[in-house]
């Protein structure tokens, strides 16, 4: 299966950016799919997660309440919606898929960088 990620780009402080990861993994409604960032010299990290279903998300500390997390399990694609970004959301930012049993999925990643 294929992941990958678009909608990165430069912004400025404050403002909004949608990343999509379109996918073509099998059984993607069965899928739990999540969006990790990566800093400059940081480990990646998660930053929101969505359950097969859509009914539970989960965020880290650092963009709860600016980011929202959705899917589309008939486009098999999960979004991330970032609003009020700041200077230390920059980063490249992956999504992954996984379900038990079947393997790990990543995408390629995609740049983003806020600027002030």
């Known amino acids: 299966a294929q992941l990958m990620e678009v909608g990165g780009g430069l912004v400025q402080a404050g403002g909004s950016l949608r990343l999509s990861c379109v996918t073509s993994?099998?059984?993607?409604?069965?899928?739990?799919m999540s969006w990790y960032r990566q800093a400059p010299g940081k480990e990646r990290e998660l930053i929101a997660s969505?359950?097969?279903?859509?009914?539970?998300?989960n965020y880290g500390d650092s963009v709860q309440g600016r980011f929202i997390i959705s899917r589309d399990d008939a486009k098999k694609t999960v979004d991330l919606q970032m609003n009020s970004l700041k200077i230390e959301d920059t980063g490249v930012y992956y999504c992954?898929?996984?379900?038990?049993?079947?393997?790990?999925?990543w995408g390629q990643g995609t740049q983003v960088t806020v600027s002030s």
């Open positions: 992954k898929g996984n379900k038990m049993g079947r393997p790990v999925y």
């Open positions: 993994i099998n059984t993607f409604s069965n899928f739990h």
């Open positions: 969505i359950r097969p279903g859509g009914g539970t998300t």
